[in-house]
């Protein structure tokens, strides 16, 4: 009982309706992905399709658009070409980024999904990649250059 009471002290005061100070009230605002759509292509003949017409022939995509309303999801039917099954996701910023779902099962390509849904759409930035190796020293060969060859233009 004691740690019962100890838990309540210890807990925020919840913000009430009635309280005459604007400070304390919370207002609850959706949080706003930064994608705003999601376009599933696919081909209703072609083999390397089948896990993406398995993964809408499923309840997994009703699910994941209900939950993400903010975003929309679009299924393209693509004709032909020969091209594989795609998901692109068009962000807020204007960029997109496509993952190609070639042969997938239904699980891998919600987690596919779910991984566009979660990126922000901003390209990698230049801090993530690695510096370029520099050396203090010179080489031992020296600077090369085509003026100090011997035989230049000189057949032999």
Known sequence: MASRLLRRSLAAPLPSASSSSPHTQVPLVPLARPCRKLVLSYSESLGSHRGIRDFLASALVVDLARRNPQVEVVVDRVEGNNKHPILRALYTNGRSKEICVRNLPPASILQKAKLLLDSSGHPISSSL????????????????????????????
């Open 129 to 156: 990649r690695r510096p370029s190796v520099q050396s203090g020293n010179d080489s031992v060969r020296g600077v090369w250059s085509a003026f100090h060859e011997e035989n230049l233009g000189r057949q032999q």
